[in-house]
């Protein structure tokens, strides 16, 4: 018998920038990243993929982006006009759409050493990089995330993917950007869902890692509720350099079961389908975390006080903690339309052993491997009650 062993390494290295105004006339950052990367002054190809949402709000934007590779005429190709995509998880589901971007890669002769840069909200970000990933094994992709959730939490890491089966995430695979620029002038245009919506993941990995960075988000609630831009750039930097500092000493492709970054996700992920994406992710995350905060207060791992301060501040950022998906066919956990059915799902989606990230206290996560069905369902009734203003 004869065996072959191989066995390597590959360093990824990629920044995530924070500027504003990234396509101005005098912003040199986009154009500077493309030329430190250029061999022999190879002139770049440069696609680029843009969500509806954003071209609606910035209506300047194609025509500035027009006017910036024209200046950079010596370094940048735009080699069509930019694609207009859906927006939110819809284009996630939409196959035509990854299609679409094979095809410009195919038409427009774009290769290796070109760029296909995605511009939106983290599902649009999600459906680019994926099809980025699987074109020629791999186009150079840069990620302009537009929401607070894509800037501080999924536009930073290296996940792609589309949903496939009715389940979110089902195609997709671990690809690192080229880089990533956060402007923060997108920020000003999101609806107030949005604005809030990735505060969530930010108190997720506050609650699971760092309690300082829960109580100044705990402080800053009100005036994140306001709209303030000092503290959101505060929170999205702190949240967005904790993601990457995870992903560079834990588990970045996730090869094994573990996955603390997903606290709150395994009712999350299925709430989001249970309601056909009515609701963000960000909100679902929002409903999720609540929910196991709970838990692990029924566990007698946090006090209940602890627990309903963390609901306070979802309550303070003005989250609506409750839908009614939540709480049907609670009593059967195989129905596929129960929220418990959540976490068969999600242990799939792991690989095959659950495991499921809760509180040992405020800024301390711990794993477990099982969930207990009527603790759960108990956990969904106290939270009902505190959205009724009930005792719990």
């Known amino acids: 018998m004869k065996r072959i062993r191989q066995s390597f390494a590959v360093p990824f290295t990629y920044d995530v920038h924070f500027t504003s105004h990234i396509f101005d006339s005098e912003n040199t950052l986009f154009v500077d990243l493309i030329r430190e990367a250029a061999h022999e002054q190879q002139m770049a190809k440069c696609f680029f993929v843009i969500d509806k949402g954003v071209e609606e709000a910035h209506p300047q934007l194609i025509g500035?982006?027009?006017t910036y590779c024209s200046m950079h005429s010596e370094i940048l190709i735009s080699v069509a006009e930019p694609l207009v995509v859906t927006g939110g998880e819809e284009v996630k589901n939409e196959p035509e759409w990854v299609d679409k971007i094979i095809e410009a890669v195919n038409v427009f002769g774009i290769d290796r050493h070109s760029y296909i840069i995605g511009i939106g909200g983290g599902a649009v970000l999600d459906m680019v990089g994926y099809a980025a990933s699987v074109a020629h094994r791999g186009v150079r992709h840069i990620r302009i995330p537009t929401t607070v959730l894509s800037q501080n939490d999924s536009g930073v890491g290296v996940k792609n993917g589309v949903n496939y089966c009715g389940k979110k995430n089902f195609v997709g695979n671990?690809?690192?950007p080229f880089a990533?620029?956060?402007?923060k002038e997108f920020l000003l245009t999101l609806d107030?869902?949005?604005w809030r919506s990735g505060i969530s993941e930010a108190l997720k990995v506050a609650l699971i890692k760092d309690?300082?960075?829960?109580?100044?988000?705990?402080?800053d609630a009100p005036a994140l509720?306001?709209?303030?831009?000092?503290p959101m750039e505060s929170l999205i930097y702190r949240c967005a350099e904790m993601h990457m500092d995870h992903i560079a000493t834990g588990d970045p492709f996730e090869m094994g079961s573990s996955r603390p970054l997903d606290f709150g996700h395994w009712s999350a992920h299925k709430l989001e389908q249970l309601t056909d994406y009515r609701i963000r992710h960000g909100e679902a995350v929002a409903i999720g975390i609540s929910l196991d905060v709970l838990y692990s207060s029924l566990l007698g791992w946090i006090s209940q006080e602890e627990a309903l301060r963390v609901l306070r501040v979802f309550e303070t950022l003005g989250f609506d903690l409750y839908v009614p998906e939540l709480t049907q066919y609670l009593d059967d956990p195989s129905h596929p339309q129960s929220i418990l059915s959540g976490l068969n799902e999600f242990r799939e989606h792991l690989g095959g052993r659950l495991t499921i990230m809760l509180l040992k206290d405020l800024g301390k996560g711990v794993?477990?491997?099982?969930?207990d069905a009527t603790k759960v369902a108990q956990a969904v009734s106290l939270l009902l009650n505190y959205t009724q203003k009930a005792l719990i």
């Open 64 to 66: 500035e982006i027009g």
């Open 367 to 371: 794993e477990v491997h099982e969930m």
């Open 225 to 230: 509720a306001r709209r303030e831009m000092a």
């Open 192 to 194: 107030d869902r949005d």
């Open 174 to 176: 671990f690809a690192p």
């Open 180 to 183: 990533v620029i956060n402007d």
């Open 211 to 219: 309690l300082k960075f829960f109580e100044e988000i705990e402080a």
